[in-house]
């Protein structure tokens, strides 16, 4: 199965993060992303590449952040096809403290693993307890989760930063390692009037966005090549919605153009936070 990891997917040290920054208003929402093939190396075998993500972020810092999503693809080589359907659901606590995860992997419909867990952060690592598909505990380096990462991002994006480092855990793959990533975040800047997403969310016409791009390293692999897993790039607005994606994975990349997206009714709930 294809690694996948969207802007949501970042992270770096948790410790004093609560207090470093104010948290940003992630709007909740549903956008839906149709994905084309946009090179391939002859070593990839991969011909053609078609599929759909959709991606649903809610929640609020009282509450904990739901995020769920599915990405399909139907992958041609000189003789065969398939297809490829993963689907995902993650919950974050509101303090960026606690992560559970379900990840369930499809080969032309068949099941071909289910990863279900949960993680911990603790004062000096990170501890993370699997259920399935076999019971497990492991203790890896101390990271962050997505929402508490995209976070950040907004924040050092908003104060002109444009180079860092951090690390991520997000559950994917097997759920035991930790990634390290480089961020890049190039200047804000307003979309054209010919913006070929707009027309699926003119409500984003008149928001700036940051162009971001994203090398993800495996931590525990040291094969002397330094070289990044795989590589992400997107539009990133304030608000923490992404768009125009491309996701490059060394022998082939894929691209992902926002085609509907529409705002989630946010919870209601009271939000106490202590004081």
Not at 76 to 87: H, M, Y
Not at 249 to 270: C, E, H, I, Q, W
Request: aromatic content about 10%; overall charge negative.
């Amino acid at each position: 199965m294809f690694k996948l990891r969207l802007v949501t997917t970042l992270l770096a040290s948790v410790a004093g993060l609560g207090s470093a920054f104010a948290a940003p208003l992630l709007v909740p929402h549903r956008a839906v992303y149709d994905l084309v093939l946009d090179q391939a190396t002859d070593r990839s075998g991969i011909t053609g590449l078609q599929g759909r993500m959709v991606y649903e972020f809610n929640g609020n810092e009282c509450e904990g952040y739901t995020v769920t999503f599915r990405f399909v693809t139907q992958i041609a080589t000189n003789d065969s096809s398939r297809v490829t359907d993963q689907q995902t659901t993650t919950f974050e606590g509101g303090d960026g403290n606690s992560f559970r995860f379900v990840t369930k992997s499809f080969v032309d419909q068949a099941l071909d693993k289910e990863i279900r867990g949960e993680a911990k952060v603790e004062p000096d690592k990170l501890d993370v307890e699997i259920q399935q598909p076999s019971a497990q505990s492991l203790s890896l380096a101390k990271s962050q989760f997505p929402t508490r990462h995209l976070m950040e991002m907004i924040d050092k994006a908003e104060k002109g930063e444009t180079f860092y480092e951090t690390s991520l855990f997000d559950g994917s793959d097997d759920a035991d390692k930790v990634m390290t990533t480089t961020v890049v975040v190039g200047k804000k800047t307003a979309a054209p009037s010919d913006d070929p997403e707009l027309p699926a969310a003119p409500g984003l016409a008149k928001d700036q966005y940051w162009p971001v791009e994203i090398a993800y390293f495996d931590t525990g692999k040291n094969d002397g090549e330094g070289l990044p897993e795989y590589r992400t790039s997107f539009k990133l607005h304030e608000n923490g919605v992404t768009r125009d994606l491309v996701m490059d994975y060394g022998d082939f990349s894929m691209k992902g153009k926002l085609v509907n997206f529409s705002l989630l009714k946010p919870s209601t709930a009271a939000c106490d936070k202590p004081k």
